[in-house]
């Protein structure tokens, strides 16, 4: 028995850069046949390091698991190829600027009269509608527009500038919503023959992240709130996140302080909020004379939630990772790399990263013949039209 919860399920994916592969990628990882519909020149993606015998891991890291249909959608047979293709799939995902799809004729009115069951996904960064709908929109962009940078920001000391961009927060918030509304539209066609559009806005997400500050933003309080800092060990940094009070309890007693407790300047919330930098200071002096690892023993072992600083690199080595699974080794074609397996597990179903990544257009003919039918003639002379294309620049 087949134990992929979307084994069966077609995907038709015209996603680019991150939010959209990120979301089609977890569809894969479940079991969905998802193909990925490029231009000619490929995803923007295969060109971007880190890079390995002219292939890219990061786009490797993105679309395990799909099969690639590289295809000239400006030409007029192509359209008619993609809808003919709809009408067999169950799913279809597109992040591009909004008007882009409905001028190819592939936009959701026009393929849900061919096929009532489509669940259709538009992923963009401030919606199908509204006077910002139009506008590009990449996630460093709606770091800025959300507010999330200037949050960010209020929480450091000594800055004045916004700081750099480096992990695009708002393009994987915005797949992980887009995976859970199409799961959401899935369960909803089961129980009403009908498939759905999804409107899915970036900085939606975004500001739907930003839940303290959100409500922050409309009832300013009195005074900032403390914010969890790094505390200084001997060799880098320990983050200590004591949250509820027991939490500073058994901090307290863990760094040989159990008589904080019965001060009044830190028995309390409140005591601690109004003497919050005297009580970091006090933790950076405990921790000034021990190393990150001695740190984060200690506080493990008096049950303090806490975890020192690692790096990359160092957490993807940690055996905790290994153990519970967290990771697929996949080959590329350039050799074996990891990529993440998603964050959830299921008891009794698969959910993991597939080793199977595509060549630009390798799955043409794989597609075509066995979805639609075509003849190996039928494709060749896609080819000579210069419909299809492929990494071997066959066209």
Same mark, same amino acid.
């Not at 480096?166 to 859970?180: E, H, M, N, Q, R």
């Given at each position: ?7 069966? &399920? ?24 998802v193909i990925k519909i490029e231009p000619p020149e490929g995803d923007f993606i295969r060109t971007q390091p880190p890079m390995r015998a002219g292939k890219s891991a ?17 030409? +007029?047979?192509? =359209? ?36 009532? #069951? ?6 963009? =960064? ?5 006077? @910002? ?11 800025? +527009? ?25 393009? &994987? ?20 023959? #009908? ?27 009195? #005074? ?5 800092? %790094? ?9 200590i996140a004591a949250v509820k009070p027991n939490n500073y309890e058994a901090l307290a007693h863990a760094v040989g302080h159990p008589e904080w407790m019965d001060d009044?300047?830190?028995?309390? +919330? ?5 003497? @919050?930098? @005297? ?6 002096? @405990? +921790? ?16 303090? %939630? ?50 199977? &990544? ?8 794989? &597609? ?28």
């Amino acid at each position: 028995m087949n134990n992929e919860i979307l084994s069966g &399920v077609r995907v038709l994916d015209f996603t680019t850069i991150v939010s959209g592969p990120y979301c089609t990628r977890l569809l894969a990882d479940l079991g969905a046949e998802v193909i990925k519909i490029e231009p000619p020149e490929g995803d923007f993606i295969r060109t971007q390091p880190p890079m390995r015998a002219g292939k890219s891991a990061y786009f490797a890291h993105l679309n395990c698991g799909k099969k690639s249909l590289a295809i000239d959608l400006r030409k +007029a047979e192509a =359209g008619e190829l993609i809808r003919e293709l709809a009408t067999k799939s169950d799913v279809v995902v597109e992040n591009s600027r909004p008007g882009v799809m409905a001028r190819l004729g592939l936009d959701y009115v026009t393929l849900e009269r061919l096929n009532p #069951r489509l669940v259709y996904c538009s992923i963009s =960064g401030f919606g199908q509608s509204g006077p @910002w709908a139009t506008r590009s929109a990449y996630a460093p962009m709606l770091h800025a +527009a959300s507010g999330f940078d200037l949050v960010n920001l209020g929480y450091q000391e000594g800055l004045e500038r916004p700081l750099n961009t480096g992990i695009y927060v708002g393009d &994987v918030l915005g797949g992980t919503y887009a995976f859970g509304a199409i799961q959401s539209a899935l369960l909803g066609r089961e129980r009403t023959g #009908r498939g759905d559009c999804i409107d899915l806005a970036m900085m939606d997400g975004l500001l739907g992240m930003l839940i303290y500050e959100f409500q922050e933003g409309q009832l300013p309080p009195a #005074r900032r709130t403390n914010t969890f800092q %790094p505390t200084r060990a001997k060799d880098g940094f320990v983050m200590i996140a004591a949250v509820k009070p027991n939490n500073y309890e058994a901090l307290a007693h863990a760094v040989g302080h159990p008589e904080w407790m019965d001060d009044p300047r830190f028995a309390t +919330a409140k005591g601690r909020a109004a003497n @919050w930098a @005297w009580f970091m200071s006090k933790l950076d002096e @405990w +921790a000034s004379t021990r190393t990150m690892a001695e740190c984060e023993a200690i506080l493990t072992e008096g049950s303090v %939630p806490c975890s020192r600083y690692y790096t990359v690199r160092e957490a993807l080595a940690h055996p905790h990772l290994a153990e519970r699974g967290s990771f697929e080794v996949i080959d590329d074609g350039a050799g074996p790399l990891k990529v993440p397996n998603p964050a959830f597990k299921f008891g009794n179903s698969t959910a993991q990263a597939r080793n199977y &990544v595509p060549a630009l257009g390798g799955d043409n003919a794989a &597609v075509l013949s066995s979805v639609l039918g075509y003849s190996a003639d039928r494709i060749a002379a896609l080819y000579e039209k210069q419909i299809l294309h492929d990494q071997t620049g066959r066209a």
